[in-house]
């Protein structure tokens, strides 16, 4: 009789252990699989009009967009720019549910987003811009449309 009880216990603790794994999974794949992924953190260095360094050491490029590199015409006024945009600002970062999560340069490829604070007669008022758009609009950058994304890059930016 206590051989039967022992093993009832095993089969109800192995059942409720299982349950316990399943139940895991499903959530770290729902949390997973989210529509986006989206962060708040600090800027601590911008290297060019289009890439920069997070806090936290992590290197970030601007998707769908691209800026003039060293040497060339408006590299300066590019990088001077997303430095006044963002550097030591906390900001968002948003990244594609499409394209690719890096580059071949291990370099994150995501939306980045800044709250800015503007006064209006005495008023402060916040705005949240999205960096990427604010280049282009400022003819600071090109569109850069990544091989077959190119509905992605021109809903977000045109």
Request: charged share 25%; with cysteine; proline share 1%.
């Amino acid at each position: 009789m206590t051989k039967n009880k022992n093993q009832l216990l095993i089969i109800i603790f192995s059942i409720a252990l299982l349950f316990i794994i399943l139940w895991f999974c499903f959530w770290f794949f729902l949390k997973q699989s989210s529509t986006s992924v989206s962060e708040t953190v600090y800027v601590s260095e911008v290297i060019d009009g289009d890439t920069f360094v997070l806090s936290t050491g992590e290197i970030i490029r601007l998707l769908c967009i691209d800026t003039p590199e060293n040497g060339q015409v408006n590299y300066q006024e590019a990088k001077d720019f997303l430095s006044y945009l963002i550097f030591l600002k906390e900001i968002r970062i948003e990244q594609s549910k499409t394209l690719d999560k890096q580059d071949r340069y291990n370099r994150t490829l995501a939306y980045v987003y800044v709250n800015i604070t503007t006064e209006n007669n005495a008023e402060n008022n916040t705005e949240e811009i999205f960096v990427n758009k604010e280049l282009l609009d400022n003819n600071l950058a090109d569109l850069y449309v990544y091989q077959d994304y190119q509905e992605e890059c021109k809903r977000f930016l045109t």
